[in-house]
């Protein structure tokens, strides 16, 4: 008994890592519908782990619920953006201003080595660095001690990134310093200045929120 609880729990936690991968990737574009039997086929799995699947990224907001029995990939769109856009500089702000505020030489370390697994990951692909800077983002915050909080902001952050993986890539972003961005922050947060590095951190998201909704306007 144990041993098949197991192995339907591991088909469901991989059934929703590949469909989680696939919808902030654009894979499964946004407002596709979701079947049951095309899903079974595509990840090679029973039907009871892609339902169970499907739910839990409901409570993500990455699936919608259609009908009684579908499911679509959430879809996107600008108001839905800019409202995400304004909830992560909120609750960010706060988490960033309480992480700092509880400062110590663990917290400090934990974030430089994230920055530089993050900076590694940049010549990789990017599945890796998107991993690598959301691990990078999340320990900005995760001194803050707020254990609620820091779950919106990582839900957020995954909300965000369906947008970034639709329309990063043009020109006017890549004209951009991410790197001396990510800097500025990393710098302003070790000299425990949380003015200076909500400011940056902040500047950081609305340019980044300047490109994507003027993709979305083109």
């Known amino acids: 008994m144990l041993d098949t609880e197991g192995k339907e729990k591991s088909a469901t936690h991989n059934a929703y890592q590949r469909l989680r991968e696939m919808i902030l990737t654009g894979e499964l574009p946004p407002g596709h519908k979701l079947k049951i039997e095309q899903l079974r086929g595509l990840l090679d799995t029973g039907a ?100 609620v909080l820091l779950r919106y902001c990582s839900q957020l952050y995954d909300l965000n990134i369906r947008y970034r993986y639709l329309a990063a890539g043009g020109p006017s972003y890549k004209k951009r310093d991410i790197a001396a961005e990510h800097q500025q922050i990393l710098d302003a947060s070790l000299d425990r200045d949380a003015d200076s590095a909500t400011r940056h951190l902040i500047d950081h998201y609305r340019r980044t929120g300047e490109y994507l909704s003027s993709q979305m306007e083109s």
Do not use: Y
């Not at 029995?69 to 839905?80: M, Q």
């Open 48 to 147: 009871s782990p892609v339902r169970e699947a499907l739910s839990l990224l409901t409570s993500d907001m990455l699936v919608e619920r259609i009908d009684q029995r579908g499911f679509r990939a959430a879809p996107v769109g600008k108001a839905n953006f800019e409202e995400i856009l304004m909830l992560r500089c909120n609750l960010e702000e706060t988490a960033l201003r309480a992480s700092i505020s509880n400062a110590d030489e663990d917290w400090e370390d934990r974030l430089v080595l994230r920055h530089h697994h993050m900076k590694k990951a940049g010549q990789k692909e990017a599945r890796i660095f998107e991993d690598a800077h959301k691990a990078f983002h999340m320990a900005l915050l995760d001194n803050a001690n707020l254990p």
